[in-house]
């Protein structure tokens, strides 16, 4: 298989550290004491405590907001869902962290090209993209957690069919799945039946251990994630579900209705598969059995994307000119006691939430990890990565 780089090297990382704060101490004047007054030994004073408690007010006013966990307008990390390890591509170098509390990264090395971008984690991979490198405008490369490259494409190794750039590793880090439309090359590229029309939906996975692929096709194809190489979860045409297993086959089929569905999220741990419909509600289907389990929809704006978060709640985002997150129950589809927007707002940091809904298209520069307090939000802000901390 075509190599585009070797094991890259561990290199020095800095420790990215928040900025200090100093305190003042306003002092009264000493004067003469009344009654009451004996236990401070200080005079009262009106005068004095206004003109403190405005001296308070200045400075709560004049208060820094905090700064980012991870600073730089065109850093970009990934979360793994699995551990809470984090991701973060930062001036040219790619960081792993054992979770969002570390201080200081387990392993660390440089990103070869121009304007690199981190996209997802999982398992030991990660996946990231990266411009002009061996006079290529782009190339996506997933790689291991101690940097030794598993595929980079495109690439003749493989094919200049498959992968594409909208493929993604697989859930459980061990490949990589995408989905392509069906014409000429592609149905010799992968053998495909002759009574598969041109135009039907092609989904197809690639294993890393033992370079595997596979690939079905079906004109009621209309998307799909892959837990693994061999295990696929498809939306299908005119709405509904369907998980396929090699061997094995069919193991279930939801059927949907009013259109096409996309897949949003997959939860593992919680046995879960979050799609979003043709009318813009979240909708939940078991995992592991296929049966429906709650519709969410978020008054007055259809969802663009929702995910599943580590401790339980569903996040969505709306779409429409004036997007917002809501966190959501979702059991019953009402509002979580708990709300990022009023996260932020108690913490100085309603303005980086503003800027990241500004230009969101998906949830994906809205990271929320595990915590031993509890769980903490990474928002992507106009300067960085802000931490938001949940202890609730």
């Known amino acids: 298989m075509n190599r585009f780089f070797g094991r890259f090297e561990g290199s020095e990382v800095r420790r990215f550290e928040g900025s200090q704060r100093s305190g003042s101490k306003v002092r009264g004047k000493r004067g003469k004491e009344r009654p009451g007054d004996r236990s401070t030994g200080w005079a009262w004073n009106p005068w004095a405590l206004f003109l403190a408690a405005v001296a308070l007010a200045v400075a709560t006013a004049g208060a820094a907001p905090p700064a980012p966990r991870f600073p730089g307008a065109t850093t970009t990390l990934a979360a793994n869902r699995a551990d809470g390890r984090l991701a973060v591509l930062q001036a040219g170098t790619l960081s792993v962290y054992r979770g969002e509390n570390a201080e200081a990264p ?7 090209g121009k304007d690199p971008a981190v996209i997802e984690f ?3 991979q990660i996946l990231y993209t990266t411009h002009g490198v061996n006079d290529m405008p782009v190339i996506f490369v997933a790689v291991s957690v101690d940097g030794r490259e598993r595929l980079a494409w495109p690439n003749s190794g493989i094919s200049e069919l498959f992968p594409t750039d909208t493929s993604r590793l697989t859930l ?3 490949g990589i799945y995408g989905f392509l439309v ?8 992968f ?14 996975t690639y294993r890393f251990a033992g370079e595997k692929l596979l ?6 194809f209309a998307g ?3 837990l693994s190489a061999d295990d696929m979860l498809l939306a299908l045409k005119g709405g509904g579900l369907m998980r396929y297993r090699s061997p094995g086959g069919v193991a279930w089929k939801r059927e949907g209705s009013g259109g096409g569905w996309g897949i949003a999220d997959v939860d593992l741990a919680g046995g879960l598969v979050v799609a979003i419909d043709a009318a813009g509600l979240a909708v939940a289907t078991g995992l592991e059995k296929g049966e429906p389990r709650w519709r969410c929809a978020v008054a007055g704006a259809p969802v663009r994307d929702a995910r599943t978060m580590p401790d339980g709640k569903l996040l969505v985002l709306t779409g429409g000119s004036d997007p917002k997150v809501a966190a959501l129950d979702p059991a019953t589809g009402r509002r979580s006691r708990s709300q990022l927007t009023d996260l932020c707002e108690g913490q100085g940091l309603s303005k980086a939430l503003a800027d990241c809904l500004s230009k969101a298209q998906s949830l994906s520069e809205i990271v929320s990890v595990a915590t031993p307090g509890g769980s903490a939000w990474l928002i992507r802000g106009a300067d960085g990565w802000y931490e938001v901390r949940d202890s609730r």
């Open 106 to 112: 387990s392993a660390s090395f440089e990103i070869p």
């Open 172 to 174: 459980d880090g061990k």
């Open 122 to 124: 999982r398992g030991n």
């Open 182 to 189: 069906l014409d000429p090359p592609a149905r010799a590229f």
């Open 191 to 204: 053998g495909l039946a002759d009574d598969i029309p041109l135009g039907a939906g092609v989904a197809a």
């Open 215 to 220: 690939a079905r096709g079906s004109e009621a």
């Open 224 to 226: 799909l994630v892959a």
